[in-house]
Each structure stands twice: as C-alpha cells, then as structure tokens.
C-alpha cells in the first residue's frame, strides 16, 4: 500500500522545541545535496564552524555540530572526557541532568550527584560540599533546564570546578542564541547544544565546543572512546585541514544550521538576547494577569522558556488539546515529577515575537474559559509590558 | 563578519554516496518542521517503518531509522546486541567491515576478523573455518561493499551463521533500494543502512531492524547498552504505542525518508532494482569501451556502485577535478588501499538513469583525452547495451 504524500498540519510551536522555523532556513534545508567532501561542502564547514565560536563566546579549534540531536551531543562530550573509573559530578535539578548521570555511568564514571529542588538554580557552595574534599574530572550543570525553565547562573559553577580541580561541562541545549553564553569568559572546557531552540532549525545536529585543556584529555586518552560514531578524535580530522572521511555528515541539515546561524549574527547576539527578554517578561505578564503562577523566580527565569502550574481544577491535557485543535498552537506538557501540573511555554528564535506571546495568552484564555474558569484579559497586561 | 546565504554549486552526484535527490524529496525536507510529538508526526512515524519494512522485506515490529547517518546505525547494532566478552565473527573485505571490527572491540566483544581480499566476496567456509568448532554471538557481513563494488551474497552467510550458532548482522547501507534485500527470507537479524545511497535521500538517517530473536537479546541484556542515544530498548518505547519521549527526532529528515520511500514504492521494487541492473551493465559496456576494467568480477559486481581501476599512467585526481570543475560531476576515489588507483562511480536511486550514465562516460573520455590518451566512443557501447 502507497502512503500518500506528507503535508504537515499548520502549527505555531510554542513548547520546549522545536520552534518554528523561518522561512530562509526551510529554503537553505532544500538546496541540492552535494558531497560531503565537495569543496564548497568543506568550506561552508569551515563557516558553521566560525559562526558557532560566535555565538558561543568562544574561540576553542575544537568547535563544531555532530550529525544527530542534542542527546548526541551529550553522550559525546561525556564519552570522550570520561574514561572507566574517572570521578564526575553532575548537577541534577531537571530532567537533563538526570540524563547526564545516566550518560555519565554508562560511559563508566564513578557519579555524585548533586541534587536541587526542580525549579530551583544552584550555588557553588552545594558542588563544593558534595565533592567532601575529593577532586573530579568533571562537574557538569545544565545551563538553561528544558524541563524547569531555569536559567543557571554560570560563574559560581565555574569557580566551584575549579575548587574540585574539575574541567566543566555545560549543557546549552536551551540556552544557546537565547540567553547569552560566553563560553570561554565562564572558562567552559565542553559544551554541547541543539538546533531546534532558540536557533530556530530544525532538530537534527548537536553543535559541541571543546577547550584547549578538554582536547588535550582527548588526546592523552588511555583507551578509545567507547563510541566510534561519537569519536571527537576521529571526528576532527574530518572538521580540521586532513578533511580524513569518517562519516557522512547530514548535508543539507548543515545547509540549514549554516543559515540559521547566518540570521543570528546578522541580528546581533545582543539584539536577539533582548529580544527573547522582552518577550519573556510580556507573556508573564499576561499569565499573571490569568493567575497563572510562574514556577520559576524571576532573576533565574529563562525568557525562552517559561514554566507556569497548571491552576487546580483545570485539566491540562484538555487545555493543550484545545490549543493545538482550534488554534494549531503547540505549548509543552510537564516532565518527570511536573507531569500534569505544569505547562511549559517557548518563545524561541523565530517563536519570540509579539504574534506569539499575544496568540498564545489569548488561545490559553480561551482554553480556560472553556473549561469554565473566570479569566482576565491577559492581552492588556502584556501589552503594558511592552 | 557575517557570512553570505549558501547557495551549492551545481552537482551531478555519482559517487559512492550521496546520490541525487529527487525534487519531491527536497520539497518534503523543506516543509514547516511540527513537534516530535505531535498527532501527525506519530502517524508519519508509522508510515515510516511500515514502508522500511516493505523495502526491507521484514515483518520485523523494531524497525525505525536511527537519528544520525549510517555509522550511527552500524554502531547502534554492534552496541544493543554486544555485551562485553561476546565472540563476534566479521567479515573484512572493504572498509565497512574494517570499521565493523573497530565497533565491535569497542563495544567490548572478542572479535575474529575472517579477512579476504578486496573486490571478493565470502562463502559459507570461510566463516566456518574462521570460527574453528567455536560458537559466536554475532556474525556480521557487508551486503553492498561501498569501498569495493562488491555484493556479497547472503544465503551462505545465513548459513555459515546457523552452523556457529550466531545471530546474522547485515550492512545493508549501499544495498537498500538498489538490489534485492529480504530480511526475513535471508534470516538477517539485524540490519543497518542509510538514507543517501539508493533511496536518494540526504544523509542525516539509519535506517534499523531487528528480527525477534535480536529483540529478544536486547530483553535480556545484563547490563546497559554503552549508548544511551542508541539505546534500542529505550527508543522502542517512543516509536512503540507507549510514544515516551526519548531525544528530538530529525523531524524534517523524516519528512524526506518518508518521501524518499515513497518513491520507491510507487516505482514498485522489482522495477528499482531492474532499472539499477540496467544502467550498472550499460556503464560498465562504455567503461570497458575505454578500455576501463572493472575491479569486480560481473556475478558479485553491484550495479549501483562500479569500480573501476585507474589506468596506468592517469593521474586520478586530475580526471576528478576535470569532472568535478568542468561538468559539475562527482565520482569517488578509491579509499585505503585502493586509493589512487580507483574510482568508485555511483548509480544510485535518482541517479541511475540514461542521462546519468552517459553523461558520465562522455566526460570521462573527455578527461581520459586531456591526459593524452586515445579513447574510443563509449556512448554507441553503452547505447548498444540498452
């Protein structure tokens, strides 16, 4: 039996990625393919690779996007620092940082876990306490926590590394082109991101950055990376001037993350950090005036993703039918222990706008209503917080 | 400094990988990216391993494209089926095998290289021999050698498999789409491949399967697959009924697959791989006008892959970059030992037509010429084969 051609409902992705795409990017993803080792192929590798060390903060060789999703680029900055027996401690307030221990033992990590309350942000002073005086390899944080909404201050867990003699390993899978990273001012020896937040391309690569020190691990390993496909020692002969095959990169999604990129910088990193803080604050302005309850304080709140509790009484699935039947619009259910009780709102990349914070305070009224709860115009509040 | 918008130069792709993509299958990579959970990406996710299992030839329930590129499925199988200590049977003839082997140690398996030479394919003995009265966990073999043009004939592997007790694992990564592949009646246990070969569609996916025996290792496994991005028993549950998030799929790579499979289902496979057959022997009738020899001898010789050896006295990368600057045409150059001394010309999906062919023997007696060399016609050869 022949399927019939795909055509994608229309949607307005306001959930925790992937975020709507602009139109140049969907345009650059459907140019020709052309090998993977053309040299107009290697040269626009060669502008992935600077546009990245841009927006990151960074200037580290080691700079590059692996040909898979977020979740790769996590296991590769983890397989490739960490061998069988290493001391790793890992910040656990969300469900990322779960998964980082998970990766981290996987990859034979002897793992502390450091854990806050979701929702919550940490200090140095809880890494410090935890390692009791030991040293580790490693001490990984979770800069912007998909499924807590909360923005991680970063210079108190650079300063605790360092006090445990550890390298630190960032997750900015969120966090990337939405709320500034400075990769090296904040001394990150490895970080890895996704394409499909506030970079508004489509899911599909991992951009991961390695500090000098974190390559010299690389290079002083004593046994091969477990994974072959993760191998940043193979991978960057490919990326460097050997150009030595190892895979066959995804093409045309580096077409797309090249345009991407391409938008961001021609914006301005600054312009598009203020730009997801207005929006940010405008949408909670409007929930508030629906009473609905950020679940994050504010000084730690990500703009680009905004946590709120489901209002008892109400039902969430019901709500987030509603939205994406009559109105196309797609927001986030909650993960984990927040299951059911929260709802989680992106304004990423392209998604922060003015268009989306108004239609998306509007369409939950509606959603409310619905259910028969009494709402306040929530579009008049936002409106004033602009 | 911003970059300018990529625009790729004009290619006729006709190497070992990627092969042309049809328009179709741009047009559905470039559609409006919607969630990984939406209602409509489930379905799409169905259609998808319903139409792999067709092409497949399987019934096999695990069936699902791996989010990354072939060697992500290769290392996905050797990684879910592999415990630590497991006796594991490869067969090396061509590259694919060699990384085989690589995979396998990693993944912490006593590994048996059973070598031959490159441009052979094995029979039953060979592994019979190698495995010396011992019984293996896995057997694994390289339908469609990229690396070499051969095809590997799988019935005597299954065989050879049965008699050491072993589990089949198939490189189906050149053979998919371009010749016949029936899983279930070659009693392959688990299969990788890729999407930029014969289903004309941009790299970025693997597709997998797995017979329910390889299911059922996964089941009982002692420990964790070392991959938590390929871990099968965690992905099975998102493309299973209970639809658990596990990573972001590449969303709009598989609005492509989907398309590219499509294709092939509506051009029926029989048809696919009659029209493979037909442009590989009209290609290798011009090539042997020229006086250009076949690496591989005509029964295991894959029509969408020919290799053919340089000839004495022609610089290989000067006839390339004749191709590549003068007619936009790409073909392969030979990888490890075979470097420089051949080239790997590709008819694979999209590209395995009349025009395909044609084109490339004109250009390449055209290159052939401004190395001095006397080349007879190889157009009225390969036409009189049609």
Chains 1, 2 share one sequence.
């Not at 940490?122 to 909360?150: I, M, N, P, Y």
């Not at 937040?197 to 010299?216: D, H, I, N, Q």
Request: hydrophobic share 45%; aromatic share 4%.
């Amino acid at each position: 039996m022949t399927s019939s051609a795909f055509c994608p409902p229309n949607r307005v992705l306001m959930g925790p990625g992937p975020s709507d795409v602009p139109a140049s990017v969907l345009r650059a993803l459907a140019a020709p393919t052309i090998g993977h080792l053309d040299p107009a192929f290697l040269e626009l590798m060669d502008e992935v690779g600077q546009m990245l060390r841009d927006v990151l903060g960074t200037d580290n060789r080691l700079t590059l996007p692996m040909s898979g999703t977020g979740s790769l680029g996590m296991e590769t900055c983890l397989v490739n620092l960490i061998e069988p027996g290493d001391r790793v401690l890992v910040g656990v307030n969300g469900v990322f940082g779960t998964r980082m221990v998970e990766v981290a033992k996987r990859a034979g990590a002897e793992v502390t876990a450091v854990e806050a309350d979701w929702g919550t942000a940490f200090d140095e002073a809880q890494f410090v306490k935890a390692a009791a005086g030991r040293q580790f390899k490693l001490l990984c944080v979770v800069h912007a926590e998909t499924s807590t909404g909360v923005l991680q201050p970063l210079t108190p867990i650079a300063d605790a590394a360092d006090q445990v003699g550890a390298m630190l390993l960032v997750d900015a899978v969120t966090s990337l082109a939405g709320v500034p990273i400075e990769a090296d001012e904040h001394r990150v020896d490895a970080l890895y991101s996704g394409t499909q937040k506030c970079l508004s391309c489509p899911p599909g690569l991992a951009p991961v950055t390695f500090s000098e020190r974190a390559e010299s691990v690389l290079s002083s390993r004593s046994k091969p990376v477990q994974s072959w496909y993760a191998d940043l020692n193979l991978i960057r002969n490919y990326w460097g001037s050997a150009r030595a095959y190892h895979h066959t990169a995804p093409i045309n999604m580096m077409y797309a993350l090249h345009e991407a990129l391409r938008l961001c910088v021609e914006e301005g990193l600054d312009e598009r950090y203020a730009r997801h803080a207005l929006h940010g604050r405008a949408l909670v302005a409007g929930l508030q005036a629906m009473d609905l309850q950020p679940r994050v304080e504010e000084a730690i709140r990500l703009p680009q993703l905004t946590t709120v509790a489901v209002p008892d009484g109400i039902d969430d699935a019901k709500v987030r039918q509603h939205l994406l039947q009559t109105y196309g619009l797609e927001i986030g259910g909650g993960l984990g222990p927040m299951k059911g009780t929260t709802w989680r709102i992106g304004l990423m990349g392209a998604s922060a706008t003015r268009r989306h914070v108004m239609l998306c305070l509007t369409a939950l009224a509606d959603a409310l209503r619905a259910q028969g709860r009494q709402v306040a115009d929530p579009v008049s509040a936002a409106s004033d917080a602009y």
